[in-house]
């Protein structure tokens, strides 16, 4: 064979990453491998797959773009019938690309995939983080199979599974006045100085639920860092609202919080798993996200503490 699997995963790690640095530091590959095999790709193909920009990187040219797409086809069959003659033999073997969403990324996935990988030890999962936008571009250019997300702005041409709803609580200094109580209502909270966490969507979201209550929140931090948000929660600096509520109850310098639920209809984010629709799913991701379900309840979510 003039090329190998090999070779095309090298060549389709640089596409998505759009260096050889940044590729040979996502797969863990040296960079004179991914650059020798690209080399010799173009040798093969008698095209030119990338155009080098001086110190901003590597983009895809039309034909590398469109030689891209048929990779990427040609990896995932390859992976299937690798899957496939595992399932004969009762074992599966494979990789599987998971999105999540950054909120979610440190706390669910780590826990979840790492029972997925001792459950079924011929699997690979790789895993990253984004943004719903991120998420979902990555979906469609085929960079991960599936995500953890919510249901928020899903097109048409997204398939989603719900998994569970995940309620607002606050979130307060474990020494706060309110700490101990069993639930708040946000209208107790108008006067304090809240700590927004101003993520894409997730924003949009906290501020409807003071908006569904004729409430103007006192917005005192904007951070897009949840160990920021709990860090000055934590100190002293106002509360805040959340839906992901990791088992961890201290911030990263030490400092206690608590969790406290949200008294009054305030409704939730609903989590689950987003996938192309209408394209042909591997053993892997089936039976990912079957573990998925199994893993992912009401009463049950890896990483996370239940109010």
């Known amino acids: 064979m003039q ?20 590729a040979a530091e996502n797969i863990h590959v040296s960079q004179p491998s991914i650059s020798n095999a690209i080399t010799h790709l173009e040798d093969v193909f008698q095209v030119q797959l990338f155009i080098r ?5 590597m983009s895809l040219t039309t034909a590398g773009s469109q030689i891209m797409e048929q990779a990427q086809a040609l990896l995932r069959d390859a992976d299937e019938l ?30 979840l995939c790492h029972g997925f990988m001792q459950s079924h030890e011929g699997v690979e999962v790789n895993v990253s983080e984004g ?19 919510y249901n928020l702005q899903l097109e048409s041409d997204i398939a989603f599974t719900t998994l569970v709803e995940l309620k607002p609580y606050v979130l307060l200094a474990a020494d706060h006045a309110l700490a101990g109580k069993a639930s708040i209502a946000l209208e107790n909270l108008a006067d304090e100085r ?27 931090a904007r951070t897009c860092h949840i160990e920021v948000q709990r860090a000055l929660v934590a100190q002293g600096y106002g509360y805040s609202l959340g839906n992901v509520r990791p088992i961890n109850q201290h911030s990263l310098d030490g400092s206690r919080l608590s969790y406290v639920p949200l008294s009054g209809f305030n409704p939730g984010l609903t989590l689950g798993m987003a996938t192309l629709a209408n394209s042909r799913k ?4 089936d039976i990912f996200s079957q573990f998925c379900r199994q893993q992912i309840s009401p009463d049950k979510i890896p990483g996370m503490a239940r109010l």
């Open 82 to 111: 690798r899957s496939f003659a595992g399932k004969l033999s009762d074992q599966v073997f494979g990789s599987i690309n998971v999105g999540c969403f950054t909120p979610l990324a440190p706390i669910v996935t780590p826990k």
């Open 282 to 285: 591997t053993i892997v991701v």
């Open 194 to 220: 809240f700590i927004l966490l101003d993520l894409p969507l997730s924003d949009t979201y906290f501020m409807s639920l003071f908006e569904s209550h004729n409430i103007k929140p006192n917005i005192y």
């Open 3 to 22: 090329f190998t699997l090999k070779q095309l995963g090298y060549f389709v790690a640089t596409g998505e990453a759009g260096s050889i640095l940044r």
């Open 53 to 57: 920009h001086h110190a901003r990187g």
């Open 131 to 149: 943004n719903q936008a991120e998420l979902l571009g990555k979906l469609k250019k085929g960079a991960i199979d599936l995500a953890l997300t």
